[in-house]
């Protein structure tokens, strides 16, 4: 069992910076790939950006290429994903997940955290 717990979000105005993160418990964190989806009101949830176990790899959505970059802290057990640039489009709902591989599609994903709340202002 994995239990991982998403933490960071809020209430920023377009143009600004918040950082995200993820903390994990029960499982040897650093031997999984991780994962950020993002899921707005009436939307799919939708892949945000991935790194590998050893942190050397990572993939992103098209639309964050840029502005958001996920890191992990194999130490602390823990996740980020700093989001710089925010804009309205970006209002969701964040979760982070574990994975066997650096994947993009949620169903290679197998534990998930309940989600932080993050909502941009225009």
């Known amino acids: 069992q994995v239990q991982l717990v998403e933490s960071g979000g809020g209430l920023v105005q377009a143009g600004g910076s918040l950082r995200l993160s993820c903390a994990a418990s029960?499982?040897?964190?650093?031997?999984?790939?991780m994962g950020w989806f993002r899921q707005a009101p009436v939307k799919d949830r939708e892949f945000v950006a991935a790194?590998?176990?050893?942190?050397?790899?990572?993939r992103y959505a098209d639309s964050v290429k840029g502005r958001f970059t996920v890191s992990k802290d194999n130490a602390k057990n823990t996740m980020y994903l700093q989001m710089n640039n925010l804009q309205p489009e970006d209002t969701a709902v964040y979760y982070c997940?574990?994975?066997?591989?650096?994947?993009?599609?949620?169903?290679?994903?197998?534990?998930w955290g309940q989600g932080t709340q993050v909502t941009v202002s225009s």
């Open positions: 790194i590998s176990w050893g942190g050397t790899v990572t």
């Open positions: 029960g499982r040897t964190f650093r031997s999984y790939a």
């Open positions: 997940a574990t994975s066997r591989v650096t994947a993009v599609q949620a169903p290679q994903y197998d534990y």
